[in-house]
């Protein structure tokens, strides 16, 4: 099912971001093939064509494919979904992935379905990740956002459908809300995509 560019809900951002309407570039992406493309091609035919950032040219991609009905919200172009949800949280980085790793107990993770989790660090990220036993994958990326806060950002992907994506999103608002009111964070939401 294929929606219209105006009723994109991120038709604005995208026009906005871009100087060019969502309408205009699902023209000229029709114009162009698109429609016969898979997502690699649109994204780097976009550049190609029309001064547009790779950045903005994936935001791009990914409203076209949806507004012509190849995927829906939360859909990756394999086809799997994935659910992503951050805060931004006090503390450096090192004591908000331990703060994270001490929340996230062992009945907790048995409860999410979650395996033994991972700690990996580079200079400036600390990543906890953990095998879903669905077969889906979470990796909770935290990174210093300015002095004293840290963003901790959650990726969960390889979810199988739009359906499964519902729940694990409404999972892990519930989990966030929890983590933040547990450790007595101030929480700034930054929504799903």
Same mark, same amino acid.
């Given at each position: ?7 994109? +809900?991120?038709? !604005?951002?995208? $026009? ?11 023209? +000229?992406?029709? &114009?162009?093939?698109? @429609? ?5 091609? %649109?994204? +780097? ?7 547009? /950032? ?11 494919? =949806?507004?012509?009905?190849?995927? *829906? *919200?939360? =859909?990756?172009?394999?086809?799997? #979904?994935?659910? /992503? ?9 090192? /004591? ?5 790793? $001490? #929340? ?5 993770? &048995?409860?999410?379905?979650?395996? &033994?989790? @991972? ?12 095998? *879903? ?8 990326? %935290? ?5 004293? +806060? ?23 608002? @519930? *989990?966030?809300?929890? #983590?933040? !009111?547990?450790?007595? #964070?101030?929480?700034?939401? =930054?929504?799903?995509?």
């Amino acid at each position: 099912m294929s929606i219209p560019p105006q009723e994109h +809900r991120h038709a !604005a951002r995208i $026009g906005a971001g871009t100087g060019v309407p969502l309408e205009v570039w699902t023209l +000229r992406l029709d &114009e162009a093939g698109g @429609r016969d493309l898979d997502h690699a091609s %649109i994204a +780097r035919l976009l550049p190609q064509q029309w001064e547009i /950032s790779e950045w903005w040219a994936q935001g791009v991609t990914v409203a076209y494919e =949806q507004i012509i009905g190849r995927r *829906v *919200v939360g =859909q990756s172009c394999d086809g799997d #979904f994935a659910v /992503s949800a951050s805060r931004t949280v006090p503390g450096d980085p090192d /004591s908000v992935r331990d703060r994270w790793d $001490g #929340f996230m107990s062992p009945e907790r993770r &048995e409860e999410l379905g979650l395996t &033994e989790p @991972r700690l990996t660090d580079t200079a400036t990220w600390r990543y906890w990740r953990a095998p *879903v036993d669905d077969g889906t994958r979470l990796s909770v990326n %935290i990174t210093a956002k300015d002095e004293g +806060r840290c963003t901790l950002g959650l990726e969960h992907k390889g979810i199988e459908t739009a359906e499964g994506r519902e729940v694990w999103k409404t999972a892990w608002k @519930r *989990v966030l809300t929890d #983590f933040a !009111a547990l450790t007595d #964070f101030t929480t700034f939401d =930054q929504e799903n995509r």
